[in-house]
C-alpha cells in the first residue's frame, strides 16, 4: 500500500533575517513542539537526559562559531528564533542537534546511501536515514537571499536552515555520517551544505570553500554537476576528495589514510558495506538517462533502503532524494520510499 504524504513547502525570499523568520514563522508550532518532545527527542536517543541549563554553553560555543563562520546563516538563525517565538539557543539546537548527539557506538543498521553521476544528465541521488523518527520533521526550503545571483532548494528536518540540495547554478550536494576525530564547536556540516550552495557555482568552487571550512564533525559531502562528480571525506581539520564518473558513498571512510581512524561500529561497517555494494551495482546498470522513479526503484529496496524496526533509537530511511542540478530540481520521496509518492520541487 502506497502511504501518502504531503511534505511542507516554504519559498522564502528577502535578508537573511528576513528569511529566518519567515521561515520560524510558518513552522512555529511544528518547531515548538519538536523542541518540547525531549527536546528534539535527544532524550529519547541520549543515554542520560540533558537540560536547555546544561546545553547553554554548548549551545552558545556554537552559536558563535556559525556567527564567526557564517554571519548570513546566523542572522538567519536569529530571524528563525523571533519568527518561532524561541529562544536564540533554542534555535541553534535546531542546528547542532546532530552534534549534541555525538558518536553512537552502538549496532545500527544504516545512515544514508549516497550516489551521483555528471554528464548530459546530471544526478545526485540518496536516502536519508536517521534515528528519531524525523519523517514527521521533513520540509523543502526554497530560498533567495536579496542581491544574490544564486537561489537554493534544500531539504531540511525540523527547523534546519540545510541539509542537502541544488542550486540554481547546477550544483548539487549531499552527505554521509561518517564517524571519527574531534567533534567540537563549529560550523555544523548542514549548514556548511547550505552556505556552499549559497556561494558556490561547481564541484571545484565548493572543494575549496569546504577546505577552508572548520567543521564541527566529521562527514563525506557527495558533489555533483555536469562536469564533475565527487565526494569529500573530512576527518578533524583534513580532507580528501575523490572524483569518479559514478561515485558512492555510505557511513564508512573509503580514504585508506582515513580508515584507521574510523569509529563506526562494526554492525554499522558490515551494513554500510551492503549498501555501498549494492548501490554500486544498480548504479552500473542504470541508464545514463534514467529519470527519477528509476532511481527511486534503487532507494526504495533493502538493503539500501533501511526498515522501520519499531525503535526509535535506530536508523532507518526517513526520506529519499533524487536531485538534477542542471535542471534546478528535487525529488522528494517522505518516509519509506517504497511506501510514499513522489514531490517535485524547482529552483524556479
Known sequence: MVATSVVPFLSLAGSPYEIGL???????????????????????????????????????????????????????????????????SEAVMLQVR???????????????????????????????????????????LRVAVSGSPRRTLVLSFGGL??????????????????????????????????????????????????????LASSRSIMLCDRRQAGYVEILGDETRLRTAARPVHTNHYLEPEFAPHD??????????????AAAEEALERLPADAGAERHFEILSAPPICVGDTGDIRRERTVAAVVAFPDRGELHVRPGDPSRSRTSVFTVG
Not at 67 to 87: H, K, N, Q, S, Y
Not at 173 to 202: F, Q
Open 22 to 88: 519567515r521561515h520560524g514563522r510558518e513552522r512555529a508550532p511544528a518547531l515548538r513542539a519538536f523542541l518540547d518532545d525531549g527536546l528534539c527527542r535527544l532524550n529519547r536517543l541520549l543515554p542520560a537526559p540533558v537540560t536547555r541549563d546544561a546545553l547553554a554553553p554548548v549551545l552558545a560555543a556554537y552559536g558563535d562559531a556559525i556567527a564567526a563562520t557564517t554571519p548570513d546563516l546566523a542572522e538567519e538563525i536569529r530571524g528563525l528564533a523571533d519568527g518561532a517565538g524561541i529562544a536564540w
Open 98 to 140: 546532530r552534534e549534541i548527539l555525538g558518536y553512537r557506538k552502538v549496532p545500527t543498521m544504516g545512515d544514508c546511501t549516497t550516489y551521483a553521476r555528471s554528464g548530459d544528465v546530471p544526478v545526485l541521488a540518496q536516502t536519508v536515514d536517521l534515528n528519531g523518527d524525523l519523517d514527521d520533521q521533513i520540509a523543502v
Open 161 to 214: 536552515l540545510g541539509y542537502l540540495g541544488v542550486n540554481s547554478s547546477g550544483l548539487a550536494i549531499g552527505l554521509n555520517l561518517v564517524l571519527g576525530g574531534e567533534w567540537r564547536p563549529g560550523l555544523p556540516p548542514y549548514l556548511a551544505i547550505r552556505h556552499l550552495l549559497e556561494v558556490c557555482d561547481s564541484v571545484e568552487q565548493a572543494v575549496a570553500e569546504l577546505r577552508a571550512l572548520r
Open 263 to 276: 569509529e563506526v561500529n562494526v554492525f554499522a561497517r558490515n551494513s554500510s558495506r551492503r549498501r555501498l
